[in-house]
Every structure is written in C-alpha cells, then in structure tokens.
Nanobody, 125 residues
C-alpha cells in the first residue's frame, strides 16, 4: 500500500506563495519507482491535473494554467513531493491532492494508483 499525506495549504493573498508537501510511505512505494503528481479540485468543479514528475525527477509536466508560477519537485531519499506555488491567483483556490502511480502517463492522465486526502489552498483577492 501507499499512504500520501499532504501539508502546507492555507490562506494567502493574491500574488503570494505557498509550498505544498506530500509525504509518501508504505511498502509498495518503497518497492516501486513511482511517478507522483498534484491535482486540484475547486468548489463545484471536477478534479484537474496540475503537475507530475517522473520517479527520477528528470521529467516534469504541467497544466498550461500553472506553467511558470508552479514548480513540482521530489526528494526520493525523504520520500517527499513538493509543489512550489508562486504568484497565486484567486482561481488557484482549491483542495490540492497528491497522487502516486506506477506510470508517469497514468499520473498525467488523472488515473494514478493512489491519492492523498488533500489540503486546502485559499487565495484571497
């Protein structure tokens, strides 16, 4: 199994920054080279892809809406995933979910194998 626990969400003013973290654990995660990613779900909307990173960290992918201000990274030694979010806008308000999958394609296409519980990000205008 894989457990994913997000942290770092909160309330920030427009133009500000937040750094989300996701701690991964579990035997399955330790035994497999898993891709990871971030998704978000705003009130009344479907969950959408934000960013993904390959196991090695050498390949990253972003939704067009966050390309530039957001940066995904991982530290495999610490089993951590990060999302640095800069220049935040009110439309970035959502619950942000960490995800992990056996394939990068699966994470990128919204079909990862594991999900976290989510962390709320609220951007005030």
């Amino acid at each position: 199994q894989v457990q994913l626990v997000e942290s770092g969400g909160g309330l920030v003013q427009a133009g500000g920054s937040l750094r989300l973290s996701c701690a991964a654990s579990g035997r399955t995660f330790s035994n497999h080279a898993m891709a990871m990613g971030w998704f978000r779900q705003a009130p009344g909307k479907e969950r959408e892809f934000v960013a993904a990173v390959s196991w090695s960290g050498s390949s990253t992918y972003y939704a067009d809406s966050v390309k530039g201000p957001f940066t995904i990274s991982r530290d495999n030694a610490k089993k951590m995933l990060y999302l640095q979010m800069n220049s935040l806008k009110p439309e970035d308000t959502a619950v942000y979910y960490c995800a992990a999958g056996l394939t990068t394609w699966g994470v990128r296409t919204g079909t990862p194998d594991y999900w976290g519980q989510g962390t709320q990000v609220t951007v005030s205008s």
